[in-house]
């Protein structure tokens, strides 16, 4: 059983930074792939960036790729997306979303991330 609690949200002005942390248990994570979704009101749920937390190997969407930044610290068992040059259009509650496999690729789709954090909203004003 894996568990995750994210913080870090907040209210931003357009063009300010966040960083949203997850913390992760209930296991190890070596043969784990994480990710951060996000879903705002009306819109369906999309993957922002993930990661396979024994490489390191990075996926980003094309609509944060060079703002966003995702990495983890092994030690603490924390995810982390450093969130640059925010965009009114980030608005959103952001997941933090695990799967206990690594594949050739990164997953995309909410479908294949068993375990979800509750969520933390992100507000950018513009």
């Known amino acids: 059983q894996v568990q995750l609690v994210e913080s870090g949200g907040g209210l931003v002005q357009g063009g300010g930074s966040l960083r949203l942390s997850c913390a992760a248990s209930?296991?190890?994570?070596?043969?784990?792939?994480l990710a951060w979704f996000r879903q705002a009101p009306l819109k369906e749920r999309e993957i922002v960036a993930g990661?396979?937390?024994?490489?390191?190997?990075?996926y980003y969407a094309d609509a944060v790729k060079g703002r966003f930044t995702i990495s983890r610290d092994n030690a603490k068992s924390t995810m982390y997306l450093q969130m640059n040059s925010l965009k009114p259009e980030d608005t959103a509650v952001y997941y933090c979303?695990?799967?206990?496999?690594?594949?050739?690729?990164?997953?995309?789709?909410?479908?294949?991330?068993?375990?979800w954090g509750q969520g933390t909203q992100v507000t950018v004003s513009s």
């Open positions: 209930g296991r190890t994570f070596d043969d784990n792939t």
């Open positions: 979303a695990a799967m206990t496999a690594i594949l050739s690729y990164i997953p995309r789709t909410r479908y294949q991330y068993p375990y």
């Open positions: 990661l396979t937390w024994s490489s390191g190997r990075t």
